[in-house]
């Protein structure tokens, strides 16, 4: 079984570490590398979508990736407590006619003993923003 620390149970250290791998991995939009934190069977809800799989986490990022041009992500720490993570994030993006958006929202995090994520809840809202609006360039 492969390990991927920070492993639960989580301080406040290993929480933020946890945070910061993540915000790194997603700023990548590299699919395959992001999916290889989630265990084989994650369950993922983001959105209106629901899913479980590695297969599927490839699948909706490559979709996502396509529509929102030039992603970049902010994660922070929310709350911890031994395999779960809460955090909020803003992340902008632009879409292909130049619309600029910023999403917030929040995501709950479990992980499997092995410091794999097996469970991510995400709720998200868009704002239009015009680009001078931008705040993380």
Not at 7 to 26: D, I, M, R, S, Y
Not at 42 to 68: A, P
């Amino acid at each position: 079984m492969e390990n991927r620390p920070p492993l639960p149970p989580f301080t406040q250290q290993t929480a933020a570490e946890k945070v910061q791998l993540a915000e790194n991995g997603w700023n990548s939009k590299d699919p395959v590398k992001v999916a290889s934190a989630y265990t084989v069977d994650c369950q993922w809800r983001n959105r209106t979508e629901i899913f479980s799989g590695r297969d599927k986490i490839i699948e909706f990022l490559s979709r996502k990736w396509e529509k929102e041009l030039d992603y970049k992500l902010k994660k922070e720490l929310w709350c911890y407590r031994e395999n779960r993570i809460a955090v909020t994030f803003q992340y902008e993006w632009h879409d292909d006619s130049g619309q600029w958006h910023r999403s917030y929202g929040n995501e709950l995090w479990e992980f499997a003993d092995n410091g794999l994520m097996q469970r991510r809840i995400a709720s998200i809202n868009d704002k239009p923003i015009n680009e001078s609006d931008r705040e993380l360039i």
